[in-house]
Structure formats: structure tokens, C-alpha cells
């Protein structure tokens, strides 16, 4: 039987046979590489069509020339060509090793041309520190999922009256008849939150909420359970008081939150963050709405309500929310371990 990398001398060793087997299988798998990325970026629309593609579009117009086109160029000719030599016993010492050198020379060029491609924005450049940075950020980790202040652990044993599952605040009907229901359930709940309402009121004080957060899966970030029963609770007081006709003092209730719900979206370094804001924001927004449909407010409690939204720009807003995901992924990747199931 004749092996597809015979030998040119029988008398050539396992190990010489084992070594230019594997030179050549890497020099294929290389060029395999090298092809896929030139028939990405060099068929007319493939990048386009294969990222439309992958990203789970279930139109299959786009098929045949992301995928099939792709495949064909980057796996079938690298093989076919290798296979070929292989028959043609081509791939003798001096080709292999021209073949690895011109490689070389390649991957060189690539990883010197535009290196700040690979991470041209360190996560300090998008979420850099100020003034009061460290204040700022221990005071809202006292309630996080691995350093809880000693008030954020009492808080987590505390067995609130008012359900985790609320009716949605925009259908005014519903929420108003849950709020009504529940209400000794409501007024009970926040006296016992009032250590946490001072926290948020005193994230509240500061101009800045800055984040510290390492570019880590294993990092400490803040704790979800505590900020949904906080938003919760301010959104049911707060309707009752605008059920009570006291809408200035809905509007005060609702306005700290609001302040640190946008203060934590600016700085923001990881998702989990942004989410919970942006979480928070909307139900206070909402609440807010139901108060000014329902109840007497002054002209100064809507101005400070007005203030407390702010004149961020929505696009800044957007981009750094993408480009958060971009400045965490090496450092996030790098500490990944690959599970192989079998």
C-alpha cells in the first residue's frame, strides 16, 4: 500500500516521518486559515453576507456564496493542492521548509500591519476615573455579590411582604389595583427598606458614579436581587402616593433612583451594570408617567424631574454600550478554558 507521504528513502526514520507529516499537516491547516481570511475579505460582498449569516439570519439567499463560496476557496483548494503534492511526492524537505518560511513571513506582516486593530481601547480610555472614584464605587458595592456590606447582608435575610412578581406599571388598570390591594403590604416594606433608601440617596449625592470593575468573568459586580427589590418598592410607594394626591412627594421618591440609574449607564464597564440601570430607569420612568397622569404636580418637582433625566447624548450612550463589549473580550477571553464533550 502505498502511503500518501511515502518516503524517499527507506531508510529514513519513524521520527523524520513523523515530523514532516506533521510540518505538512500545519502548513495545510495554515493555509487553510490564511484562505478563509482572504476569501472573507476579498469575494465580492462574502463579509457582508457571511456576518448577516452567522449572526442567525434565516434567509438562505445568502448561502450559497457565504458559505459554500467560502468553503470551497478556504478548505477544498488547500486540500486539493495538498493532497495533490502529496501524490506527486512534492513534498520533500526543501518544500516544506520554503513552504513554512514564506508562512512565516506572512503571519509577520500581519501581526505587524495596523496592530492597534487587535485593541485600539483599553477599558480605562471608556470608562476612565475622576475625582471621589474610589468613594464613589465602594459605596455602591456595599451591596454586591462578593463584598456585601454588613447592612446588605441583613437586607438579603429579610423577608419582604410585597411579591417579586408585579403586574407591568404601563397598564395603568392592573397596576393601580395591585398597588391598591397591597397596600399595608407596600407601606410596611418601606419602612423596613429605609437603610436602603438613605444608600441610594447617597449614591444619589455624588455627580459621578464611577466603575472599577475588572475585565473579569470572576469579578465583583452588583448584586441584581437587592437593586429589584429596591426599584420595585420605590415604584409601588411612589404610587401610592400619587394615588393619594401627593404628587411632588411621588416625584421626590422617584427622583434619587432615577439620578443613579443614569449615573451608573455613563461610566458603566460591564453589562450586567448597564442592564440593571437601564432596568431601573425604565420602571421609574414609567412610574413617573403614571403619576403625572394621575395626580397634581408642581411646576418645580417637573423641572426636577426633568433635571434628573439629563442631556445625555443617546448615540454616546449606544456606543459606549457596544464598545464595552469589545474592551472585555481579550482580557475576558484570554482566562476562558475550552470544555471538549465527548
Known sequence: MISLFSLSSAAERHWLRLLRFTLAFGLAIVCTA?????????????????AYSIAGSNDFSNFPL?????FTFAILLPLTLFVFAAYKHWLRWT?????WLVILAVLCWMAWDEPTIRQSLTIEELSPTFSGTEQSFDVLMQYSTETPSAEAKAFAKINLSLPLSLPLISESKKWTDFVATNRSKIEED?????????????LAGFDRI???????????IMSFKSWRSIVQ??????TLQAV??????????????LEVSRELQLSSRTLVRTQIANIAE???????????DHASVSVASRARLLTALGTENASALARHLILMEYVQFPSVSGGMKLVLLR
Open 282 to 292: 425604565r420602571m421609574m420612568l414609567e412610574t413617573a408617567s403614571y403619576v403625572l
Open 34 to 50: 490564511l484562505a478563509a481570511l482572504a476569501a472573507i475579505g476579498g469575494l465580492p460582498g462574502a463579509l457582508d453576507r457571511f
Open 95 to 99: 518544500v516544506l521548509t520554503v513552504g
Open 190 to 202: 418601606w419602612n423596613i427598606l429605609a437603610p436602603q433608601q438613605r444608600w441610594i440617596n447617597e
Open 66 to 70: 457565504s458559505q459554500i463560496g467560502i
Open 244 to 257: 393619594d394626591g401627593h404628587g411632588d412627594d411621588a416625584i421626590a421618591t422617584l427622583v434619587p433612583l
Open 233 to 238: 418598592h420605590t415604584c409601588a410607594f411612589a
Open 210 to 220: 464611577c466603575d472599577l470593575t475588572p475585565p473579569d468573568l470572576k469579578a465583583n
